[in-house]
């Protein structure tokens, strides 16, 4: 409660993408935090009436669920390596891209999320930014595309 994601030095390294989370419903989920250094937020879960992410899991009961997968995986947890898996997609198909490049896709195609927020504002270079979701929705095949 109160914290945001500039008071913590690596997610607000110039270095580092920092992700947020979004529910199914496309608004911040509970425990997304405010903040100038969110860059994108990535689907997670949200509330109690939404679904989590579908995902496999540990064999058995060792795992998250008893089963072999789990349809209620969240939290940054999950936000945070799906970008990730964005990223190595991009990368994938082009190498050669820097950091700096990384995060100028992921802003340039970033997809507008939660219009209903009235936080969303304009940046002094004429695009949409939210303090609960960066620049918006991290859309996979629209930065995959982009870099190529």
Known sequence: QGDRVEYDPYAS??????????DD??????????????LVVAPSDGRTSNRGIFTTDLVGNPGYVAGDYTPSFGGTSSASPLAAGVVALMLQANPGLSWRDVQHILVRTARHNDASDPGWTTNGVGRSINYAY??????????VAMEK
């Open 25 to 38: 419903d496309d608004d911040a989920s509970w425990y997304n935090e405010l903040g100038s250094s969110m």
């Open 13 to 22: 390294s110039r270095y580092t993408i920092a992700v947020g989370a979004i």
């Open 134 to 143: 960066g620049f918006g929705a991290i859309d996979a095949g629209a930065a």
